[in-house]
């Protein structure tokens, strides 16, 4: 189960630097001017997760692998791209593709790197974003509406259904608010997410700020953190050079990076996290001698689904999961420990499936 996260931005906000920096790759040319990422950069990165090794270390697993989430450098937006101005059309389709958004704003001063707009304001730079995506998505509203309008006079019940959730994203649209403040009725959530607005995607804000700032935030932190709190959503600060200078050093090297900084973790680690959050993931953890795996579920997924994630005749053949919660396991001292104090539970295909859960699937071939 892949999740994508956009990478979106004004030309030279720190995008193709924080990309670089997330992937440890020089792949995005991070280069003084508009449009040095042409096409989009993608790249997976691992979600840092202390327990996975701690689980590993007591099952004496041989190998550790992570679950990852895919990043995607989308090139930067300028005003008017919902009218194809720069590479708008391309970027628009671009970011149609991903789950959610991280909008990285410029929160620092550097007479070097030339702003687009040639000033610094992190929340106006937010805004111009935001509202080329929603006349975008006003665009594709009023070119939907125009292919249904048969099928409506029909009554066909899709058609009907569509142009009804269309209207109220366009209501919104209008008032200057993003289509995903809708409030959408479970029975037409499928309907909804086919629509692809663009302004439906979680939104996350990267603050990027001058190294000095990394540990506290600036002034321009503060702004943005201010508007996300008051639109309901999340922010992060962190400084895209820092991280780019840590991404090249060996683990020890970096631990000494960030504490001369002043640093307790990378603040790549909380973006990702955040990042987790914002789409509402979690996860479960496959732990034996062979090795120690970490799987991608959305919050709120169940026993058969969770272990579709490993492979789809888990699913189909489900038969129960062997469970044990991450507390309980450490705790204990491994599986067999648990099993012999009672802690393993055998769940069936209506358990919703906690996040740090051990599990063990049986299933029918």
Same mark, same amino acid.
């Given at each position: 189960? $892949? ?8 030309? #030279? ?29 993608? !790249? ?9 090794? @701690? ?12 679950? @990852? ?9 300028? *005003?008017?791209?919902? *009218? $194809?101005?720069?590479?708008? #059309?391309?970027? &628009? ?15 620092? +001063? ?56 269309? *209207? ?18 479970? +029975? ?5 997410? &086919? ?33 996300? =709190? ?19 050093? +060996? ?19 909380? &973006?990702?996290? =955040? ?24 919050? !709120? ?5 969770? =272990?579709?994630?490993?492979? !789809? ?28 104090? $009672? ?8 358990? &919703? ?13």
């Amino acid at each position: 189960m $892949g999740f994508r996260m956009g990478i979106v931005g004004l030309p #030279n906000v720190g995008k193709s630097t924080l990309f670089n920096a997330l992937t440890r790759t020089a792949a995005a040319q991070a280069a003084n001017f508009p449009f040095c990422t042409i096409e989009p950069n993608v !790249g997976e990165v691992a979600v840092p997760d202390s327990r996975l090794e @701690r689980l590993a270390e007591i099952a004496k697993s041989k190998q550790i692998i992570p679950t @990852r989430m895919t990043f995607v450098d989308i090139a930067g937006l300028v *005003k008017g791209a919902s *009218k $194809g101005e720069g590479l708008g #059309n391309q970027f &628009l389709a671009n970011i149609r593709e991903v789950d959610a958004i991280a909008h990285v704003l410029r929160c620092f +001063e550097d007479g070097d790197v030339t702003h687009v707009e040639g000033r610094v304001d992190p929340v106006a730079d937010a805004a111009t974003i935001e509202t080329e995506l929603m006349l975008a998505d006003l665009e594709s509203i009023e070119r939907r509406m125009q292919n249904i309008v048969r099928k409506v006079r029909g009554g066909d019940k899709e058609a009907v259904q569509q142009e009804r959730l269309l *209207k109220a994203a366009q209501a919104v649209l209008e008032e200057g608010r993003p289509a995903r403040v809708v409030e959408v009725d479970d +029975e037409d959530i499928k309907a909804w997410k &086919l629509l692809q607005l663009l302004t439906t995607k979680p939104v996350l804000y990267v603050c990027n700020v001058e190294e000095a700032a990394a540990g506290t935030g600036n002034a321009f932190s503060a702004q943005v953190a201010e508007m996300a =709190a008051a639109e309901g959503n999340s922010h992060v600060v962190i400084s895209a050079r820092i991280e780019e200078e840590i991404s090249q050093l +060996e683990e020890e090297e970096a631990g000494m990076f960030l504490g001369e900084m002043g640093l307790e973790e990378a603040g790549l680690d909380r &973006l990702i996290r =955040a990042g987790y959050e914002l789409l509402h993931l979690q996860t479960y953890f496959t732990v034996g001698p062979k090795e120690a795996r970490a799987w991608t579920i959305r919050e !709120g997924t169940h026993a058969p689904q969770a =272990a579709g994630v490993i492979h !789809g005749d888990f699913e189909k053949g489900f038969i129960r999961a062997e469970t044990i919660a991450f507390e309980d396991f450490v705790e204990l001292g491994g599986e067999q420990p648990a099993k012999e104090a $009672g802690k393993m539970r055998a769940e069936g295909k209506s358990y &919703l499936v906690k996040d740090g859960d051990v599990l063990h699937f049986l299933f029918n071939t």
